[in-house]
């Protein structure tokens, strides 16, 4: 291992951490050349970042980063989400969880199966969540009292039952924690400020780090996945 | 214009019918806000209106409709009797029961007076009150017996959907039955009756439809029940369309030639228009029934074909969350896809706690008891001690001997001290390593020695001089020389060189 291999795959790793992107058509484009064909440079920009338990993706010549299962140093507290999303109760968190997974849903069926969606709106978004929720509804018309637990599903689907549509025509842009409108937005604008999405005139369009994501997390995590939803009450945000 | 004058008077005109067809389920839920934990300190909290009411109603139409006889109120105490024992496992005195009873009583009587709502009647524009009574009373014989009023009776048996019967038929049955007896005007309204079930029974299957894109599982289970209640009469329902279109067109041609009926005419034909729209909604109904079920087998192999696939299925995935019934679960799915957290907070909320922690008012001590502290010696501390001694006692003995004598050998100083202590203070093997550390040097001046000892020997003399407390040794000096061919026997068991002794110091002799 040479000294300039070792500053090259450092400078590699600092950028992704800090945010950056590292692209061949795009911003650092010679740190992509540089982790594309030099092999040290590369086994050693994989060991740092698997030590740092950050996982690397590459998709359409560019480096994505994601922390992986259980991070402590990269990953979110529960306190954390709720500041960065906006919202102030778990029920909100996990309300927000939901419609960011009926986005996921919009647009692939299966880590690689994906809907060929161009892009979704906000309507789009309370109509999945309303359809994924409804059979969770249909038995909210009958309530037993001291059935809705907290952190349930059925919890949920009364969050979001019992919100308007619209608080005003008017506000029917914004977001906010009152409304279904207000939600999805609310959950759209983190989305855009964690990379995932980018916004043109109301329309939500898939970027490539959220592709680089989908295609490639889930499918190769499959099994530790369903491990953790089946077994654990574990919260990788904790 | 026209389409707006119809919408305008659908809300207006036909606004008091709804609010009389609602009004049998007004009292329902106006019992239902009984709290029985107010009442008695909430011994009775178990209960709810609800049931009871229904219960009540039960009764009163057994009585009524088929036994054909009032109720009295002691018929309806026995019936409330084994409803608190039977469903709600309570067990009451006499008193307590009649209390309780009478109680149950004047709410669903509503202490005899009628339930009242208010609603706005658009056509005068004024607000009208709705009243009406569960159950009503008369005397008979002198006394009193209850009834159940039509409404009560209504509301009861409207609150059982017939789920294995298609409404769409039973409403044929009644539209021939109209068109039998001439009422065309009834028939009109029993066919936008249908028409509107038609309507449902396709935004249902827009719903399973929508479900299943979502949840192909639960989906099919929606579509299974769809078809139960659905689908399967449609062959059924055709067959009575059929009839009631035959029945239409006879009752037309009957009246053709009469001209004085223009207006049963006219009721006719807008009784055939209807009919014929209900016909073509019916058939459009049934073909979007068709596809759906196209649709729903492809789903589900389809489903079942990626369950096999090695990817991740993500509608999958969610089912498994919600079969665990953990929304806290989907963080984990949410997670793969969120930025490192490069930002390092401290809550706020930390310094609130800090601050409201109770503090403790006065800080205890550790509290010690009356034992004694163990004081430790350890080995090596041991044998330092036996050493200072030992080498203390040949020092101060070979000074006190140069003060008596002014050149001796190291043999007659051992003999000296042999003949003083006896054989074993010249077996002991601090007195050899003594010797080795005294021949280190070949002089020495206690004086100057006393001022900077210089060698281990030397540390040993300060120490032996200063215990000794006197000063007498201070101006002792002496030489030190090897005796050149004579050694030492040590009991036969080892050797050493003699070495003489010659005193440099000391003033005087004793």
Known sequence: ?????????????????????????????????????????????????????????????????????????????????????????????????????AVMTRFYKAGNVSTFTEYIKSEDVISAVDSLLSHIMGDLNVLGASQIEEGSFKELALTWEDMPMVITEESSLRAGRSSKAGFVKLTFNFMVSQGLLLESDGRYYPKDRFKALMENYYDRYKGRLYELLKGGKENAAD | MADDYIL???????????????????????????????????????????????????????????????????????????????????????????????????????DGKPFTYQYFEPSEKVKRTIRMRIIDSRIKDDTICYYLTSDAIEFYLDTKEIKDESTISIAQ???????????????????????????????????????????????????????????KWFDEEQKSFEKNMELVKE??????????????????FELETELKKAIVKHSELLNACVELQRMADEMISDAKFSR????????????????????????????????????????????????????????????????????????????????????GFYII???????????????????????????????????????????????YIVKEVLKKPDTFFEEYMVKAVRRADTDEYDDIGFRLEKIEGEEISLFDIAHISDVMIERTGCTYDR
């Open chain 1, 1 to 101: 291992m040479t000294d300039k291999n070792l500053d090259k795959a450092l400078d590699i790793v600092s950028v992704l951490i800090n945010g950056g992107e590292i692209k061949k058509n795009g911003g650092s484009a010679g740190l992509y050349e540089e982790y594309e064909s030099g092999t040290e440079v590369y086994d050693i920009v994989n060991t740092i970042l698997k030590k740092l338990n950050i996982n690397i993706y590459e998709y359409n010549y560019g480096l994505y980063i994601t922390g992986g299962e259980g991070n402590r140093i990269f990953g979110y507290t529960n306190d954390e989400l709720k500041k960065e999303i906006g919202v102030k109760l778990n029920r909100e968190l996990y309300m927000c969880y939901f419609i960011m997974y």
């Open chain 2, 8 to 110: 305008a008077r659908e809300i207006i005109h036909d606004h008091s019918a709804r609010m009389m067809n609602i009004k049998k389920y007004y009292p329902y839920f106006k019992l239902t806000e009984t709290d029985f934990s107010a009442y008695q300190g909430g011994k009775y909290g178990m209960l709810d209106m609800g049931y009871i009411l229904m219960a009540v109603l039960r009764f009163f139409i057994e009585e009524n409709s088929f036994k054909e006889k009032d109720v009295t109120y002691n018929e309806y105490g026995l019936f409330m009797k084994d409803i608190y024992s039977r469903d709600f496992e309570l067990t009451l005195s006499e008193d307590e029961e009649k209390e309780l009873s009478l109680y149950i009583f004047d709410k669903i009587r509503n």
């Open chain 2, 173 to 231: 049955v009644l539209l021939s039955k109209m068109i039998e007896n001439k009422n065309f005007k009834g028939g009109t309204e029993v066919i936008k009756r249908i028409n509107s079930e038609v309507n449902r029974l396709k935004m249902k299957k827009n719903d399973v439809l929508a479900l299943m894109s979502e949840d192909v599982f639960e989906g099919a289970k929606a579509y299974e029940e769809f078809v139960n209640t659905g689908i």
């Open chain 2, 251 to 268: 009752a037309l041609s009957r009246t053709e030639g009469d001209t004085e009926n223009t207006a049963a005419l006219q009721d006719i």
């Open chain 2, 308 to 391: 096999l696939r090695r990817s991740f299925d993500f509608s999958d995935a969610l089912k498994t969350a919600m079969e665990e019934d953990n929304a806290a679960g989907l963080g984990l799915l949410i997670a793969p896809l969120l930025t490192l957290n490069i930002k390092k907070t401290f809550d706020f909320t930390y310094i609130d706690r800090l601050l409201t922690l109770p503090a403790i008012k006065e800080e205890k001590g550790e509290e010690i008891g009356n034992s004694v502290e163990e004081k430790y010696v350890y080995d090596d501390e041991l044998e330092e001690q036996r050493i200072d001694e030992n080498f």
């Open chain 2, 397 to 443: 003995n070979l000074l006190k001997y140069i003060q008596q004598r002014e050149t001796f050998k190291l043999s007659e100083f051992n003999d000296d001290i042999r003949e003083k202590y006896g054989d074993e203070v010249l077996k002991n093997s601090d007195f050899y390593t003594l010797l080795v550390h005294m021949c280190g040097k070949k002089e």
